[in-house]
């Protein structure tokens, strides 16, 4: 069983900053890449960054420079430092582990987790 859980949300005024982190835990073996969406409101889920394995990372076209992704050495938690927030962020912030294997024989899986709320305040 392979658990991800996202922390850091809150609210925060324009121009400033929030750092969310994701964990995944439990029987892994191999993770290929972790990503973060979010869910603004009354709009479908988007990607906003990945960080792929061998440390690679992608960034919507929104991000602007803003966000950055990163991923500890042991390349299970994940983190998405967001700088310059905008009222337009306000919204739902998931993390997904993506492309997990609990053993070297075993299917990828993606994994996500329960979401952040991230409120941006004018």
């Known amino acids: 069983q392979v658990q991800v859980v996202e922390s850091g949300g809150g609210l925060v005024q324009a121009g400033g900053s929030l750092r969310l982190s994701c964990a995944a835990s439990?029987?892994?073996?191999?993770?290929?890449?972790m990503s973060w969406h979010r869910q603004l409101p009354g709009k479908e889920r988007e990607l906003v960054a990945t960080?792929?394995?061998?440390?690679?990372?992608k960034y919507a076209d929104f991000v602007k420079g803003r966000f950055t992704i990163s991923r500890d050495v042991a390349k299970t938690t994940d983190y998405l430092q967001m700088n310059s927030l905008e009222p337009e962020d306000t919204g739902v912030y998931y993390c997904?582990?993506?492309?997990?294997?609990?053993?070297?024989?075993?299917?990828?899986?993606?994994?996500w987790g329960q979401g952040t709320q991230v409120t941006v305040s004018s």
């Open positions: 997904s582990a993506d492309g997990v294997q609990t053993t070297s024989w075993g299917q990828e899986q993606n994994y």
């Open positions: 960080t792929v394995a061998d440390g690679e990372t």
């Open positions: 439990g029987t892994i073996f191999s993770i290929s890449a």
